[in-house]
């Protein structure tokens, strides 16, 4: 049996409750860029994705799921992770990470791979995952790249900062051979 849990994190559905947390996530502007994100989102849109979450990821081709950090009995949304282009013909999905600030540096991020992955092989039966990640992003190149995955081309002048252009790493994950 896949657990979406360890001693320090769980991974679980969103929940009514978790829109004001993602509406601060979502109109954060220092994240834009590594969402490819443009324009702010209403709480009305996150209510209505919230609503709709449960669909299954065979219909929606995605999954967000809750990082909640454990912490004296209870639990405290620290991040979201995101399954997307899922292709299950091809067995390959994307990943994304976000960890709110407050949270950084805990090790969060990298058992929230650790349990994605897990999933991702064991319970969706992908063959490769992949993520997207800028090339000056190092602290996203250490965490996928401690976890296995492997760059495999690089995007050039791929997202545009202002008025420059910023190089993107296309990184993957093969799943091992048994």
């Given at each position: 049996m896949i657990t979406l849990e360890n001693n320090n994190i769980k991974l679980r559905a969103l929940e009514p409750t978790d829109v004001d947390i993602l509406f601060?996530?979502?109109?954060?502007?220092s994240m834009w860029e590594l969402s490819n994100t443009i324009a702010p989102f209403s709480k009305h849109l996150l209510e209505e994705y919230?609503?709709?979450s449960h669909l299954d990821i065979y219909q929606?081709?995605?999954l967000r799921l809750?990082?909640?950090y454990k912490s004296d009995g209870s639990q405290i949304p620290a991040g979201a992770i995101d399954i997307f282009d899922f292709d299950p013909f091809h067995q390959r999905a994307g990943l994304g990470i976000l960890i709110d600030e407050k949270f950084r540096q805990r090790g969060i991020a990298s058992l929230s791979i650790e349990l994605?992955?897990?999933y991702c092989f064991n319970t969706l039966g992908?063959?490769?995952l992949y993520c997207n990640i800028?090339?000056?992003?190092?602290k996203s190149l250490q965490l996928f790249t401690k976890h296995g995955f492997e760059m495999s081309g690089n995007k050039k002048e791929w997202i545009k900062s202002g008025k420059s252009w910023k190089d993107e790493f296309f990184l993957q994950l093969l799943k091992a051979n048994e």
């Open positions: 601060k996530w979502e109109n954060d502007q919230i609503k709709h929606t081709r995605q809750m990082i909640d994605i992955i897990s992908l063959h490769q800028t090339a000056d992003n190092k």
